[in-house]
């Protein structure tokens, strides 16, 4: 069987990673179940919905008008 190709190792994430800010929260996408690879980090604003269904996440992504809002770097899981 061929291995998998797979997105990171751990110590490219944590290179990755000490070039963001160290202060932010790190959150991922989801739902449903299994594992996936995952996209490069990257920060974007959010807005906290706790009262958010479970499927929907809580946290969304804020808009431009938005005025409350917190940073936070993403991981993104692959959908194939």
């Known amino acids: 069987m061929e291995a998998p190709t797979l997105s990171y190792t751990v110590g490219e994430l944590i290179r990755l990673l000490e070039s963001l800010p ?6 991922v996408s989801g739902y449903e179940s299994g594992f996936e690879n995952f996209y490069q980090p990257y ?3 959010l807005n906290h919905l706790p009262d958010n269904p ?8 804020a808009n431009k008008d938005d005025k409350e809002w917190i940073e936070g770097v993403v991981l993104t899981r692959v959908n194939r």
Do not use: T
């Not at 160290?22 to 959150?27: C, T």
């Not at 499927?55 to 969304?60: A, L, M, S, T, V």
């Open 22 to 27: 160290p202060d932010l929260p790190i959150l």
């Open 43 to 45: 920060v974007v604003r």
């Open 54 to 61: 479970y499927y929907e996440g809580e946290f969304q992504l």
